[in-house]
């Protein structure tokens, strides 16, 4: 099947910095993908769709200064928390469509950022 | 309003038996599809099963099935003879339309199988 890779898997910051993640589909090419957001104990939220060569489009109430996103080539996407703050601690999920009328997404192993 | 409504937080179950999801859902468009999904305490999310909005059969994949009422719009999913590696946080998902591929979920369901 097809896979996404995260990098990295977890990560802890100093509050101020700026942090990037990385999703790689690494057998498939991707002209979309997702970037969601999961509290513990709590669902899926989808922040950004990413697609190959244009700006992200953000869910209403995300910041897209806060949360940058560049899908630079049909198989990486990364997400940059920028100034991060203890409240941006949270695991952060990523999937990928391998094509046009595939119904399944494929999602990353997530990555799990901690903000001092 | 929820586009999907998982009303159970949590289940347990005895291991060899039979469990069932509920999750019922919001949507005015007439394409759309179903998911679900497990995720495990390691935290990814491994694709389960899935349903279109006009597929007439019920979706099967091993143990797991999905009873598609398309009336009352529930898409409950049923593990079959439950194994201790099935506990795990359940998501119920839906896509809207036919060229929209984002993913609403549910709250989830934390299903425990007891030995």
């Known amino acids: 099947g097809a896979v996404v890779s995260q990098h990295p898997s977890r990560v802890i910051c100093k509050s101020g910095t700026s942090v990037k993640i990385e999703c790689r589909s690494l057998?498939?090419?991707?002209?979309?993908m997702f970037w969601y957001r999961q509290f513990p104990k709590q669902s899926l939220m989808l922040m950004a769709t990413?697609?190959?060569?244009?700006?992200?489009?953000?869910e209403q109430g995300v910041e897209k200064d806060k949360f940058l996103i560049n899908h630079a080539s049909l198989t990486l996407s990364t997400l940059t928390v920028t100034s991060a703050h203890p409240e941006d601690s949270s695991f952060y999920i990523c999937?990928?469509?391998?094509?046009?009328?595939?119904?399944?997404?494929?999602f990353g192993p997530g990555t799990r950022l901690t903000v001092l | 309003a929820q586009k999907i409504t998982q009303t159970q937080p949590g289940m347990f179950v005895q291991e060899k038996e039979a469990v069932t999801l509920d999750c019922t859902y919001d949507t005015s468009d007439q394409s759309y599809g179903l998911f679900w999904y497990k995720q495990p305490s390691s935290g990814e999310m491994i694709f389960l099963i899935y349903q279109g909005s006009y597929d007439e059969q019920n979706a099967t994949e091993g143990r797991y099935s999905l009873n598609f009422q398309k009336a009352r719009k529930s898409a409950n999913l049923v593990i079959s003879a439950s194994q201790l590696g099935d506990s795990a946080m359940y998501f119920c998902a839906m896509r809207e339309g036919p060229d929209d591929y984002k993913l609403s979920f549910g709250a989830g369901t934390t299903v425990t199988v007891r030995a």
């Open positions: 057998d498939f090419q991707a002209t979309t």
């Open positions: 990413s697609n190959e060569g244009s700006k992200a489009t953000y």
């Open positions: 999937s990928a469509i391998p094509g046009q009328g595939k119904n399944e997404q494929f």
